[in-house]
């Protein structure tokens, strides 16, 4: 069962089962092979998509030990299988039983056994492998994960949002490393938001931090836009940005790094509403955005993404002043919890299904 943002997997359910041992061979006391064993191991720019894409049936079968025979006494091992899976993955049992983590390229992990093979001990009798189902989860930084270009104010609107004391600064790279603060509301209910390091033109190419950047964007479950109303200029020499510009260059750094982020439920915060000019601007990115294809002339071939995002709330504030800010916190509880309810409908028709074969089974 994966959840699905759009395209976006973050949770895979797989089965594994490590290979059967050969047969031992009595008369000439010869031992069989041990089976295979199944092991997950951590591979950069894997994502749990292409697993599920490449092997749809979600079943990694390790190899039989080989039969003992009288040219080879003792039977050759089974051969092990892998499984390439993301860097930054928890491995659970389908109870949720952590199994172990793998946080860096190459770590490794058995999640299936393969069976000894049949000898003196077994009555040369083989035995079967270890069996279950496992869940590859992607390892979440947090519920929301800012995403804009350096100086529209992520660290201001963080601070005004949430109890986070980010260190601000006016500088291209002004967020070293994810800051995150946590939203509180009335009923206790608590959301977690990533200022994450600043964007810059060129990310998905590893310019400076970007890699660093896109890589913790894919482990939060909701994107927030910030683009400052009235546009923005990283330095003199790279071309002066609109809001409606900045959006669809942010959306194509996010593209060329991993298709599906794209795909991921969106919010779209125009901060620094407290300027002037900030409304007959904002009205012009409103329009801009309805119809993208229009407006998109602008930009260069190369910076059009190939997908529109499509956001599920357009909030004007002021992080400056504060305008606007308990109406941003409205609109990220409601995203948060329709996806909570989603994603709870979704396991709940899984459970149903499961019983459902169960009984069918035993009838």
Known sequence: MAYLYGNFVDNLRLYARGGSGGMGLPRLGGRGGNGGDVWVVATKNITLKRIKDKYPHKRFVAGAGANSSVHALRGERGEDKEILAPVGITVTTDDGKVIGDLNADGDRLMVAKGGPGGSFHSGFEPRKGKAKHIRLDLKLIADLGLVGFPNAGKSSLLTALSNATPQIANYAFTTLKPEIGKLMYSDHKQISVADLPGLIEGAHMNKGMGHKFLKHVERTKQLLFVVDVCGFQLA???????????????TKELELYKEELVSKPALLVVNKMDLPD?????????????????????????????????????????AANGFGMEHLKTCIRESIDEDAEMTSKATHQHRLQALRLHSLKHM
Not at 292 to 315: A, G, Q, S
């Open 278 to 318: 900030a409304e007959d601007k904002l009205a012009e990115l409103t329009e801009q955005l309805q119809n993208p294809d229009e407006f998109c002339d602008l930009l260069p071939d190369d910076m059009i993404p190939k997908n529109y995002m499509t956001f599920r709330h357009v909030v004007p504030v002021s």
């Open 236 to 250: 003199s020499k790279t071309p002066f940005r609109s809001a409606f510009e900045a959006v669809q260059l942010l």
